[in-house]
């Protein structure tokens, strides 16, 4: 079955980075775009960034770009979310999703999500 | 503040049928793109509910439709029943923002 594993959250210092990584199994990794998507405590959803099937094409949000990078090793089964410059608002449980590229689509498989806890 | 807008809470009680709003805006909704829905129960990882005009993945109750008309969608549940009670989260695409968006997210309450 379909299985996507995020691991990589944790307790960091303002400013700080982290890696986060998502590791998946059940389906062709290689063949789908991946997603991040974030939730805050007690707080909605949030999408962060897409990654294409051969990670060629890359687009974040406004709210994180130039900090969190977005990256996959398809020989892996990876995907990977590099958070720079750490702020105490970025807290949150941080999910990967496997999605499209294309606007049409939509999160079909999400992970458990790993917690990122910023503090000063 | 979401780019897509949904009341923060809807209740009913088991049997019931409720509907869970989401309005956007010419740059999303209204722009022709579908809008899909996600079920979070308390301490889980969303759960996708309803995708591109009222398809249901495998496992999900028919209790369970969606529709759209011009900037607003909605989610309806029949037949309410107690594991119903979860937080529901319209997503689609804003063409504005140039990203995939969610509503805020509405608790369903089943009394």
């Known amino acids: 079955q379909v299985q996507l594993v995020e691991s990589g959250g944790g307790v960091v210092q303002t400013g700080r980075s982290l890696r986060l990584s998502c590791t998946v199994s059940?389906?062709?990794?290689?063949?789908?775009?991946m997603h991040w998507v974030r939730q805050a405590p007690g707080k909605g959803l949030e999408w962060l960034a897409v990654?294409?099937?051969?990670?060629?094409?890359?687009y974040s949000a406004d709210s994180v770009k130039g900090r969190f990078i977005i990256s996959r090793d398809n020989s892996k089964k990876t995907l990977f979310l590099q958070l720079n410059s750490l702020r105490a608002e970025d807290t949150a449980v941080y999910y990967c999703?496997?999605?499209?590229?294309?606007?049409?689509?939509?999160?079909?498989?999400w992970g458990q999500g790993t917690l990122v806890t910023v503090s000063s | 503040q979401s780019a897509l807008t949904q009341p923060p809470s809807v209740s009913g009680p088991p049997g019931q049928r409720v509907t869970i709003s989401c309005t956007g805006s010419?740059?999303?909704?209204?722009?022709?793109?579908?809008v899909h829905w996600y079920q979070q129960l308390p301490g889980t990882a969303p759960k996708l509910l309803i995708f591109?005009?009222?398809l249901r993945p495998s496992g999900v109750p028919d209790r369970f439709s969606a529709s759209k008309s011009g900037t607003s969608a909605s989610l309806a549940i029949t037949g309410l029943q107690a594991e119903d009670e979860a937080d529901y989260y319209c997503?689609?695409?804003?063409?504005?923002?140039?990203?995939?968006?969610f509503g805020g997210g509405t608790k369903l309450t089943v009394l």
């Open positions: 999703a496997r999605g499209g590229y294309e606007p049409k689509y939509y999160f079909d498989y």
């Open positions: 059940g389906f062709s990794f290689s063949y789908y775009a």
């Open positions: 990654i294409s099937d051969d990670g060629s094409n890359k």
């Open positions: 591109s005009k009222s």
């Open positions: 010419s740059s999303n909704i209204g722009a022709g793109y579908d």
């Open positions: 997503q689609s695409y804003d063409n504005s923002l140039s990203g995939w968006v």
